[in-house]
C-alpha cells in the first residue's frame, strides 16, 4: 500500500509535487521568473514613488527645474540588462522544451485517444483501454496521442507534461516519473475514494484543453509503481462477469454524459433505459431494446431522443468491441 505523496514540493510549496524528471528545471525557470519579474516590479514602482515625492511642483507657479530629454549610459543599460536577462530565459526555455519533445528510444510506448469526454489509455501491447495509467518508476515513458473529435490537452502537472492533443494529428509527450505513488487500495483491491469520490493516491491528470460540456470528467490519475508492480500489469483488471465489464466500459466512455440515478446530463440517463418508450427529434416513437441500444451506441446520429442536442460521438468496433457492448447492456438490464 503506498501513501498519497504530499512531499516533494517545491522550495515555497506553491507548485504541485515535483514527480518527474522535468520537475527541477522547469520549476527553477519558473522561479526565475517570479524573481525577475518582481525585482523590476519593485524597482519601477520605487523610482516611480521616489521621483513623484522628490521631484514634485512645491508651489502652483514653480518652472520646471530641468527638461532632460536624453540620457545615452542610462538607455544603454536599461535596454541591455534586459535584453540579457530575457535571451537567458528563452536560451532556457528553449532547451527545456527540446528536452521535452525528444523522448529516449528506451521509453515505454503508450497510446492515448482523447474523445468527448473522456481518455482511452493503452498501456504497452495492451489491446484493451484503461481508466487510468500506470507508469514504472525511473523509467521514461511515451505517449502518442490522438483525437476522436475536438482539441483537449494532457496535463499531469505533477510530472510538469502538457501537451495539447490535437485531432488528425500524432502528438507526443514523455516524461521519466521519479517518485512511488500508486493507487491507495482497500482490502478488497479496489481504488479508494475520498469524502467527493476522487480517487486516493496517484498523480491528477487533466485535460487543459476547454472542450465543452464534460470538460471538467475528463480527469484520470498517473499512478506511479514499482517495477515489479507494473510487471504485474495492474490496469489489466477487466472484471471476469459481463455486468461488471459493462460497468468498466460505461466509466471509461458514458460516464461524462448519462448518469444512473435518473438525472438530466448531457444525454439521458441510464436509469430504466432498456425498454423505455419516447419520442425521437424527427416525431417518431421509439422503444429502448437492444438493437437500438446497440444503433444507439455505433450511430448516435441516427436518431436523438427528443429534448436532446445531437452531440454523441459514434463508438466504432475498434473503440468499442460488440463483446464490450453486449457486457454494457447486461450492465444497463440491472439498472432499473
Ligand atoms: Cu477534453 Cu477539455
Known amino acids: 500500500m503506498v501513501q498519497p505523496v504530499i512531499a516533494f514540493q517545491d522550495p515555497l510549496g506553491q507548485l504541485p509535487p515535483q514527480a518527474s524528471t522535468f520537475a527541477g528545471d522547469v520549476d527553477e525557470l519558473f522561479y526565475f521568473l517570479v524573481w525577475v519579474s518582481l525585482a523590476s516590479f519593485g524597482l ?3 523610482l516611480l514613488v521616489y521621483s513623484s515625492i522628490a521631484h514634485r511642483r512645491k508651489t502652483p507657479d514653480q518652472p520646471a527645474l530641468s527638461n532632460t530629454t536624453h540620457n545615452t549610459t542610462l538607455e544603454v543599460v536599461w535596454t541591455l540588462i534586459p535584453t540579457v536577462v530575457v535571451m537567458l530565459a528563452f536560451a532556457w ?3 527545456g522544451n527540446l528536452d521535452q519533445q525528444v523522448a529516449p528510444a528506451d521509453a515505454l510506448q503508450y497510446r492515448v485517444e482523447a474523445f468527448k469526454w473522456g481518455w482511452n489509455f493503452y498501456h504497452p501491447g495492451a489491446t484493451t483501454a484503461s481508466e487510468h495509467i500506470y507508469v514504472p518508476v525511473d523509467k521514461p515513458v511515451k505517449f502518442t496521442m490522438t483525437s476522436r473529435d475536438v482539441l483537449h490537452s494532457f496535463y499531469v502537472p505533477a510530472m510538469r507534461a502538457k501537451r495539447d492533443v490535437v485531432p488528425g494529428v500524432k502528438q507526443i509527450v514523455w516524461f521519466q516519473p521519479t ?7 482497500d482490502a478488497a483491491g479496489q481504488p479508494q475514494t475520498d469524502a ?7 498523480f491528477d491528470l487533466f485535460c487543459s484543453e476547454y ?7 475528463m480527469h484520470r490519475k498517473v499512478y506511479v509503481v514499482s517495477q515489479e508492480q507494473f510487471d504485474e500489469k495492474p490496469w489489466d483488471l477487466l472484471p471476469e462477469d459481463p455486468v461488471g465489464r459493462g460497468e468498466f466500459y460505461y466509466k471509461l466512455n458514458c460516464v461524462a454524459c448519462h448518469s444512473v440515478d435518473g438525472s438530466r446530463l448531457v444525454g439521458p440517463s ?11 427529434t424527427d416525431g417518431n416513437a421509439y422503444t429502448a431494446d437492444e438493437a437500438y441500444i446497440r444503433e444507439s451506441i455505433r450511430k448516435p446520429m441516427a436518431k436523438v431522443v427528443e429534448g436532446y442536442a445531437p452531440v454523441m460521438p459514434e463508438f466504432t468496433e475498434a473503440q468499442l468491441s460488440d463483446e464490450a457492448v453486449g457486457d454494457i447492456l447486461e450492465w444497463l438490464k440491472t439498472l432499473k
Open 44 to 46: 519601477i514602482l520605487a
Open 93 to 95: 526555455g528553449l532547451k
Open 179 to 185: 517518485v512511488e505513488n500508486g493507487p491507495l487500495l
Open 196 to 202: 467527493f469520490g476522487n480517487l486516493i493516491g496517484g
Open 211 to 217: 472542450c465543452g460540456d464534460g470538460h471538467s470528467v
Open 270 to 280: 441510464f436509469l430504466g433505459l432498456v425498454g423505455r418508450e419516447g419520442r425521437h
